[in-house]
């Protein structure tokens, strides 16, 4: 395994994170939650993704339970706050009062006494953004949290959290966390851009488009049994990836993953790896052999010429529109 700084920060990261939506508290057993958290600590995997929304709070609790035992300093926790947790008005978005109680109840639920990331999982568009940076700002003069992030959100959203920081000396965002994988590249005109300039790491989720780009999912064939095509909670999700076009490329991608001695799962991490703003890519995984595949993407160099013949099979089923970062608006 390799590690990168997360940004222009000084917290190291595993550039291979393991997260656990959809699957821990839903599509997979304890048992089999806890033996992907064993290899993927075992595989050098320090950085573990989670958020308070996961399987209904459910997902915290369950790598929580996993992670006890193991020594608090060799791992960084992050999780995240915004969706709904509870059927109240303030169960929700980025205000101080949902911040502060959801903040402690990921404490708890995770069994840790501090965030190593703690990150805005969308932009909440109906509380004033010094509000939510001030009440991140007082969860790490308390230590409960270290640093903070945010996810999904949009180049100008960034750029005014790092303006109101700077103006009001509050702590600054060091990751952001969107969908990144060969299929879906919206935040390279924008987002990617100013990130760099600022020095902020991303966190990507989804390099693997939910397991599209292992290949496993044929165009007009049934979604193999157990897979994330079939799960009640998880179905939804990735129907977007399963079009005929999208799929019938990614068979393609075949040969170029034989060619660099790499499985079609590895070659999809490696290809987010490769670009340096990436500090982590987040994979996702039902089994423990699919953590320990998946790790050895880590290290990967892809040639340009490689790089180029994805492109060229991909082509107009590459999402790239900036447009498609958006978060819920509030009435
Ligand atoms: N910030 C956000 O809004 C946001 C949104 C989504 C996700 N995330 C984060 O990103 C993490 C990863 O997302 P993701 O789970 O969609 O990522 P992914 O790595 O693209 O997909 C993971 C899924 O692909 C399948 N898979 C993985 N490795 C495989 C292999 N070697 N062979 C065959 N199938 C394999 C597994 O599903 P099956 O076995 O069921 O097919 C696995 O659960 C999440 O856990 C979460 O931490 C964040």
Excluded at 271 to 278: A, E, G
Aim: glycine share 8%.
């Amino acid at each position: 395994m390799e590690y990168r700084h997360l940004g222009r920060s000084g917290l190291i990261i595993s550039e291979i994170a393991y997260g656990n939506w959809i699957t821990h508290g839903s599509q997979v057993e304890e048992d089999a939650a806890r033996l992907c958290v064993e290899a993927a600590l075992d595989e050098g995997i320090t950085c573990f993704d989670t958020a308070d929304v996961y399987a209904g709070t459910r997902a915290e609790e369950v790598l929580g339970r996993a992670l006890r035992g193991v020594r608090r300093e060799s791992v960084e926790i992050f999780t995240k706050v915004y969706w709904p947790t509870g059927p109240g008005r303030n169960d929700r978005g980025l205000s101080r009062k949902h911040i502060m109680e959801s903040a402690h109840a990921s404490l708890r639920r995770l069994q840790t006494d501090y965030l190593d990331m703690y990150q805005a999982h969308r932009y909440d568009h109906g509380t004033p953004l010094e509000e939510t940076l001030r009440a991140f700002d007082d969860l790490v003069r308390q230590g409960k949290v270290l640093y903070i992030g945010v996810s999904e959100w949009r180049a100008e959203e960034i750029a005014a959290a790092l303006r109101i920081a700077a103006d009001a000396g509050l702590d600054r965002i060091i990751s952001n966390q969107p969908q990144y994988n060969m299929l879906w590249r919206v935040i390279e005109s924008e987002v990617i851009p100013l990130c760099e300039k600022e020095g902020i790491g991303q966190i990507v989720w989804s390099p693997i488009a939910q397991g599209v780009l292992t290949g496993k999912y044929l165009p007009g064939g049934a979604p193999p049994a157990g897979s994330r095509a079939t799960d009640p909670s998880g179905s939804s999700f990735i129907e977007g990836y399963l079009t005929d076009d999208i799929l019938g490329r990614v068979q393609q991608l075949r040969p170029v993953a034989d060619e660099a001695g790499l499985s079609m799962p590895q070659l999809a991490i490696a290809w987010v790896l490769q670009n340096p703003n990436v500090s982590a890519a987040i994979v996702g995984a039902t089994r423990p052999e699919q953590v320990r595949e998946n790790v050895r993407a880590s290290g990967v160099r892809l040639d340009p010429e490689l790089m180029r013949r994805i492109d060229e099979i991909l082509g107009p089923v590459i999402e790239r529109d900036p447009a498609l970062t958006a978060s819920p608006r509030r009435d």
